[in-house]
């Protein structure tokens, strides 16, 4: 991973701090990645041929996973607390100012997925936002198809250029 602009922090797992990614710096999957302030590239492995994919995110924290057994499949699980109200409707003042849980992402024909609480977003050569929200979570797509799970409902939705997803929770 490398910082493409502005300020990138890296937790690994087993480690309780955020460091400053520093350029080309390899990290583990698992790690936790802060482009809140900053845009980052990743390149992972698709297999072990030695060929890579590449990614450009920024505007959020997320937890970077490949499953073993995936051909590639890298997920960006959306990370933060949005301090929604009970279902009683009791919150606190500090629950109400939070803003919501959101990641940009730029691919280039990749295997990528970006979860959120409520759907998994599965790119094809995109750019699309993920936006956690106490009313679901919705993917916006600005350019290319996603592929929406909703993950409540167990159903799929193609989302185009131009258009969003509300799944709710």
């Known amino acids: 991973a490398g910082v493409v602009s502005g300020s990138v922090l890296v937790r690994v797992p087993g480690s309780s701090r955020l460091q400053p990614l520093g350029a080309g710096q390899n990290i583990p999957m698992g790690s936790l990645i802060n482009a809140t302030h900053g845009v980052v590239k990743v390149t992972d492995a698709v297999d072990r041929k030695g060929h890579t994919q590449s990614a450009t995110v920024w ?3 997320f937890v970077m996973t490949q499953a073993r057994t995936g051909r590639g499949m890298t997920t960006f699980k959306l990370a933060g607390s949005l301090g929604c109200p009970s279902p009683r409707g009791v919150t606190t003042a500090a629950a109400r100012s939070r803003a919501p849980v959101k990641l940009w992402g730029k691919d280039n024909h990749g295997r ?3 979860r959120g609480r409520n759907s998994v977003a599965t790119v094809r050569g995109t750019v699309w936002e993920t936006v956690d929200s106490c009313a679901g979570t919705r993917t916006v797509v600005k350019r290319g198809v ?3 799970r909703n993950l409540h409902r167990r159903s799929s939705v ?3 250029a131009g258009h969003s997803y509300l799944a709710r929770r």
Do not use: I, M, P, W
């Open 146 to 148: 996603v592929s929406v």
């Open 158 to 160: 193609l989302v185009r």
């Open 59 to 61: 505007a959020g924290s």
């Open 112 to 114: 990528y997925s970006t």
